[in-house]
């Protein structure tokens, strides 16, 4: 099974813009990103995907692997998918260009569930956490999903999920976490679907996979990325790259 890592990068963030080639310890945000990915040593090959000249040449200086895309993407999925389409893979994993501290054991857990008994029916893998903080669990900026007693994904959403009729039932609420592990045919086929009503209705784009049949497997885990989405986002990264 060949298992690839793919990093989209784009230029143009609207809070940040240019937010990938800002200086991080002396590299790029977007250099040590691809260098902690291909660290984990998880993957057959590491790319980045880019819309912008700037980081493809930057990734390339510093030893690494890039694509250009050929067409404009409204997000990061379309994005690989253009680039993997032609590639002989399996497995691939999208890692957030914006996350330069990227940790292995996220990523092995969502790979390894396509080596588990159910592997056969999983389509996409993506990780979750358990959310306690009612804040959070209403805060529609922070996306949440149920799943089955075999933690397949039933539904993402932004509003509170399971909805809290009686509080003491016991049910917990799961934050989702952005990390996912598509199989191939899995990822061209959001490509080339278009997008339904719940999909569009909530803004949340994992939603296509499950209006089209797809299974979504979600592990469990307590990592929770460190993103770069604004310059003070950038000084607590530089705090931890020396404190590291």
Request: include cysteine; proline fraction near 5%; charged fraction near 30%.
């Amino acid at each position: 099974m060949r298992i690839i890592a793919m990093i989209p990068a784009r230029y143009g963030a609207t809070r940040f813009p240019g937010k990938l080639i800002a200086d991080l310890g002396g590299k790029p945000v977007i250099v040590r990103t691809y260098e902690s990915t291909v660290a984990t040593k998880l993957f057959d090959d590491v790319y980045v995907v880019t819309d912008s000249k700037i980081i493809k040449d930057i990734i390339e200086k510093h030893g690494g692997k890039a694509i250009m895309s050929k067409k404009e993407h409204e997000c990061g999925t379309d994005r690989i998918a253009e680039a993997v389409e032609n590639l002989d893979i399996d497995i691939v994993v999208n890692v957030q260009g914006d996350e330069p501290f990227v940790k292995k054991e996220p990523l092995q857990k969502v790979v390894d569930v396509f080596k588990d008994d159910d592997a056969n029916k999983i389509d996409l893998a993506s990780l979750m956490q358990e959310v306690k903080d009612w804040k959070d669990i209403t805060d529609p900026n922070y996306v949440k999903v149920i799943v089955d007693e075999n933690n397949f994904a039933l539904y993402f959403s932004r509003s509170p999920i399971p909805y809290p009729r009686d509080k003491d039932a016991g049910a917990k609420y799961f934050g989702h976490i952005g990390v996912y592990a598509f199989r191939k045919q899995a990822i061209l086929d959001f490509y080339n679907l278009p997008m339904r009503s719940l999909e569009a209705t909530e803004k949340i784009e994992c939603i296509r996979f499950l209006e089209y049949g797809k299974n979504i497997k979600m592990v469990e885990t307590d990592y929770m990325g460190i993103g770069i989405d604004t310059p003070k986002d950038l000084k607590k990264a530089e705090t931890i790259f020396k404190n590291n």
